[in-house]
Structures are given as C-alpha cells and as structure tokens.
C-alpha cells in the first residue's frame, strides 16, 4: 500500500519510516536510551509517541480539524500506526489515502520546524503545501519524465574488479532519447 500511493517518492518513505518504527520521537528516543524523557517537546504530553504527533498534538490537531477526515479518524483503531493505516486503507480509495499521509507529513513537518527551528509553522498552510505537492505528483512526473516514467532499462554492463593500479570510479547516467541526459 505505502510504495502504491502515487505521490511523491518522498511520502511513501515517509510512510514506510513511520511504519518501521524509525520516527524520532521522544517515546523511540528514550526506547534508544537516547533521551530522558517521552515529554512530547511541543504541546508538554506526557508522552511524545508517534501517533500522538501525528493526530493528536497542537499541530496536527489543527489539521486534522480542518480536515474531511475529522469524523473517521475516531473511529480507527490506535493501538499502532500499522493498524490504523491498514485500517483506513480499506475504508478509502487511493486518491483520500494520499491525502491522509500527507497530511500527516505535514503535521510531522510542522513538529520538526517547532522543534528545531523554534518557529510557530500554520500548520494549515503546510498540509496545504504538502497535499497539493501529492496530488499534483503524478501529473508533474508526467510531464517530467514523459509517458514512460518509471520504466528501468538495465544494462548488460557488469562490475568488475579493476586491474591492480587501477581506480574505478562508479557514475551514473540518464539518457532519454530525443530529451535531456542526467549524470550522477
């Protein structure tokens, strides 16, 4: 489900970073022996887990207030963010499912700008920004990449070792007939 959302590469890795666990969230960070406390550094909770700042917390409550989604976010199941997600996948269809992760991108950005840049985002406008960069992803490919966005050609080449006194330097490269070339 996260890898067939349709968005932006950078929602789904979002979504599959929350689902393994690797958010840092104070619950983890202390999980980790990494900090002292679960106290959630934004609204003061007494825990700071990832559910709670992804629905819960001063931002994302005002999201998820001006939302569609206010009503049937009660009635998911809380005891993961797995279930939940798993949950609302089979009560929505694939276009209101991109729209929940990103607005729980937005309410992880807008934790993330509080917390570390010691700024007060409007979160409205961030899930804003951020539903509209996911709807309009897959047009913006489209346009970018051309009708065949997502289609790997792989080559016959093979990595060798390099003869003794000799250094390989591994690059890539893009080449899209008649279009543009992409070195890394």
């Known amino acids: 489900m996260i890898w067939n959302l349709d968005g932006p590469p950078k929602l789904s890795h979002f979504l599959w970073r929350v689902c393994t666990g ?22 003061e909770a007494e825990i700071e887990s990832l559910s709670h700042t992804l629905f819960v917390c001063k931002y994302a409550q005002d999201i998820w207030s001006h939302s569609p989604y206010l009503k049937l976010l009660p009635e998911a199941p809380n005891l993961n963010i797995e279930e ?6 089979n009560k929505l269809d694939k276009n209101e499912l991109r729209l929940i992760a990103s607005l729980m991108w937005a309410a992880w950005s807008c934790r993330n700008i509080a917390f570390f840049e010691n ?14 960069l996911s709807a309009d992803y897959k ?32 690059t890539d490269a893009h080449i899209r007939i008649g279009s543009y070339v992409g070195m890394v």
Do not use: D
């Open 22 to 43: 690797s958010m840092a969230v104070m619950e983890r960070l202390q999980y980790r022996h990494i900090s002292q406390t679960t106290q959630c550094p934004i609204c």
């Open 119 to 132: 700024l007060n985002p409007n979160a409205n406008q961030v899930a804003t920004g951020f539903a509209r």
């Open 84 to 89: 939940r997600l798993n949950w609302l996948a």
């Open 139 to 170: 047009k913006y490919a489209k346009l970018v990449f051309g009708g065949n966005a997502g289609t790997v050609i792989l080559s016959s080449a093979r990595w060798r070792t390099p003869e003794v006194g000799w250094v390989k330097v591994n």
